[in-house]
């Protein structure tokens, strides 16, 4: 055991266990937040004219309870009309394909691709009606006006979401739930297709602004803030700032044992100056 301490003693001992610690506890933060990214990256523009795919896959992984052609069994409601928006809001946000019959779908990481999702809402689409998805565009919350939507999310959200957006219970077991993992385009999606008990706010109840002023209100103080400015996936620049900052906090305990160090060296040479 002296071994340990003698070497416990040399700075150098003490810098390599700091960065092994700083290291660990980078690794896993890390490990934790690359869980719960819903993909967010809307790469998905591209493959989008052929429904037979989005069939497919519907056959798959939705007729089990919706029907093979969406026409709606005694499990689940028919989707023809639902339209695109809604099969995005449910897919993105992993409340479909439900696993259970309840009184509400909870969120939950999708396994589905983003152009996967597309292929499905667009087959949706193609049985005709509904809201479409939103553009990039659409849902970008650049010069919107922050204060307005807060107005707008006192006045028409904040009596089941909560005024910070935390969720809250309603009656019959049903839920409104937090809106902290919520991407632009799932909260527009949301408010067009109104799932369960939220009410559907069309274009004529909320325009196209009113929707954006909103949606940048509860990103900027529901949301955690997104500091890659686009919805990539949030696990990136979370831990980038993660290893920055342990970074500058490893250099500040470097910088501090450092001059702690040379205090050791000197002290001998003064003595009687200060208690050690
Ligand atoms: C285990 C059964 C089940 C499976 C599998 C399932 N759903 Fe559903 N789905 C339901 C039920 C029940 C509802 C209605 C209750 C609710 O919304 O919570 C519903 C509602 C929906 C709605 C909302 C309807 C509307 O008009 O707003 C959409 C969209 C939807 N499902 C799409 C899908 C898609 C796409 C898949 C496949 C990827 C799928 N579902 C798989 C049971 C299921
Ligand atoms: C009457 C209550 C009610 C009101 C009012 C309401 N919501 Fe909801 N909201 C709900 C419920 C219930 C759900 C869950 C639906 C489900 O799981 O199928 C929900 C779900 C959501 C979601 C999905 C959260 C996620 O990511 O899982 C978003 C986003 C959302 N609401 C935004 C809004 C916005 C924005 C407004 C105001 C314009 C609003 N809601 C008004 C009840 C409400």
């Not at 019959?101 to 396994?111: A, F, H, L, S, Y």
Request: one cysteine or more.
């Amino acid at each position: 055991m002296s071994w340990i301490n003698a070497r416990r003693r040399r700075p150098a001992a003490g810098y390599a266990a700091l960065l092994l610690g700083l290291v660990v506890v980078a690794l896993a933060y890390g490990s934790l937040t690359s869980r719960g990214g819903v993909t967010a990256a809307s790469a998905a523009v591209g493959a989008r004219q052929d429904t037979t795919a989005g069939k497919n896959l519907f056959q798959a992984n939705c007729s089990s309870c919706h029907g093979l052609e969406a026409q709606g069994t005694s499990q689940a409601p028919s989707l023809i009309g639902s339209g695109a928006a809604a099969v995005y809001f449910q897919m993105s946000t992993g409340r479909m394909p439900a696993k259970e019959i309840g009184p509400e779908q909870p969120r939950k990481p999708t396994t589905f691709t983003e152009p996967q999702i597309y292929e499905i809402a667009d087959y949706i689409a193609s049985l005709g009606g509904g809201p479409a998805i939103p553009t990039d565009e659409q849902v970008s919350t650049e010069g919107a006006d922050t204060a307005r939507g807060s107005q707008l999310f006192t006045a028409n959200c904040a009596q089941c979401h909560g005024f910070a957006g935390a969720g809250g219970a309603l009656t019959y077991g049903k839920y409104a739930p937090s809106l902290v993992a919520s991407t632009p385009k799932q909260i527009y999606t949301a408010m067009l297709t109104g799932p369960e008990a939220m009410p559907v706010f069309s274009d004529g109840t909320l325009s196209p602004e009113a929707k954006r002023d909103i949606i940048a209100y509860i990103r900027e103080t529901i949301t955690e803030p997104n500091p890659g400015g686009f919805s990539l996936g949030r696990t990136g620049p979370t831990t980038e700032g993660l290893v920055a900052w342990l970074g500058g906090l490893g250099f500040l305990v470097l910088a501090a044992l450092w001059i702690t160090a040379k205090r050791r060296d000197v002290r001998p040479a003064e003595p009687g100056t200060e208690e050690s």
